[in-house]
C-alpha cells in the first residue's frame, strides 16, 4: 500500500524566512504532484516532477524529486504572506496516467508579517 | 486549457435524500475521471476511477452501492450519493486527466451537508 507522508504538518514562519517541506512515499512511482489549497477552496497545482533529480522553480516556491529516497521537498525562500495556504504533496499509484493519487495528510503554512 | 468544472458547488439536503453532483471537463475529453473526498481539515482521499463507457472502480472502504458513479460520455461523470446521512457531509472534488499531459487538473469541489 502506497503511503505518502509530509513533515511537518503545521508551519508558522515569518515573512523573509526560508523554509523547506519534505514529502516521503513508501512505494515506487513516476510521478510526483504538489498543490495548493486555500480556506474552502479546492486544489490548485503547482508543480509536477517526473524524473529523479527533476527541480522546478515557480516564484518563491521551488520543488525538487529524488527517487532513489523516494523524497520530495518544497522550498520556500523569502516566504510572504500571500503563500500562506495547505500544501498537499501527492503521488500517483500504479504506473499509468489512469491512476489515482495518493495524498499527504498535507502542510498547513501561516506566515506572519 | 483542461479547465474541470463540479455542479452544484454547494448543496444542502435532508437525510435520507440522494444527491448527484457533475464533474465536466470543459475543453478536453477525458476517458478517466476520479471522485475524491475531502473532510474538515484533512487531506484528500481517492473514493472511486470513473472510466467512461464502464464501470468505476471503488477504493477499499467505499460502498459502490451508496455512491453511484456513472461516466456516460468523455467529458462527464457523475456522482450520486444515495440516502445521504450526516457523517456523508464533505467537501467532494473530481479531477480529470488530459490524454496528451502528465497532470491531475481538478474541480472547484462540491460542499455536501446533510442535515
Known amino acids: 500500500e502506497l503511503k505518502v507522508e509530509q513533515n511537518p504538518l503545521f508551519l508558522s514562519m515569518q515573512e523573509g524566512k526560508n523554509y523547506t517541506i519534505y514529502c516521503n512515499y513508501s512505494t515506487t512511482s513516476d510521478r510526483l504532484y504538489w498543490y495548493r489549497q486555500d480556506p474552502g477552496k479546492s486544489l490548485e497545482s503547482l508543480f509536477v516532477?517526473?524524473?529523479?533529480?527533476a527541480v522546478k522553480q515557480e516564484g518563491r516556491l521551488m520543488a525538487s524529486l529524488d527517487t532513489k529516497a523516494r523524497l520530495s521537498t518544497l522550498h520556500i525562500t523569502a516566504a510572504v504572506h500571500d503563500l500562506s495556504a495547505t500544501y498537499f504533496c501527492a503521488v500517483v499509484r500504479g504506473g499509468g496516467g489512469a491512476d489515482g493519487l495518493t495524498f499527504g495528510k498535507g502542510t498547513h503554512l501561516i506566515i506572519q508579517p | 486549457g483542461a479547465v474541470v468544472s463540479q455542479h452544484p458547488s454547494r448543496v444542502i439536503c435532508k437525510s435520507g435524500t440522494s444527491v448527484k453532483i457533475e464533474c465536466r471537463s470543459l475543453d478536453f475529453q477525458a476517458t478517466t475521471m476520479f471522485w475524491y473526498r475531502q473532510f474538515p481539515k484533512q487531506s484528500l482521499m481517492l473514493m472511486a476511477t470513473s472510466n467512461e463507457g464502464s464501470k468505476a472502480t471503488y477504493e477499499q472502504g467505499v460502498e459502490k452501492d451508496k455512491f453511484l458513479i456513472n461516466h456516460a460520455s468523455l467529458t462527464l461523470s457523475t456522482l450520486t450519493v444515495t440516502s445521504a446521512h450526516p457523517e456523508d457531509s464533505s467537501f467532494y472534488i473530481c479531477?480529470?486527466?488530459?490524454?496528451?499531459?502528465?497532470?491531475?487538473?481538478f474541480g472547484p469541489g462540491t460542499r455536501l451537508t446533510v442535515l
Open positions: 479531477s480529470a486527466s488530459p490524454s496528451t499531459r502528465n497532470e491531475q487538473f
Open positions: 516532477l517526473l524524473s529523479n533529480g
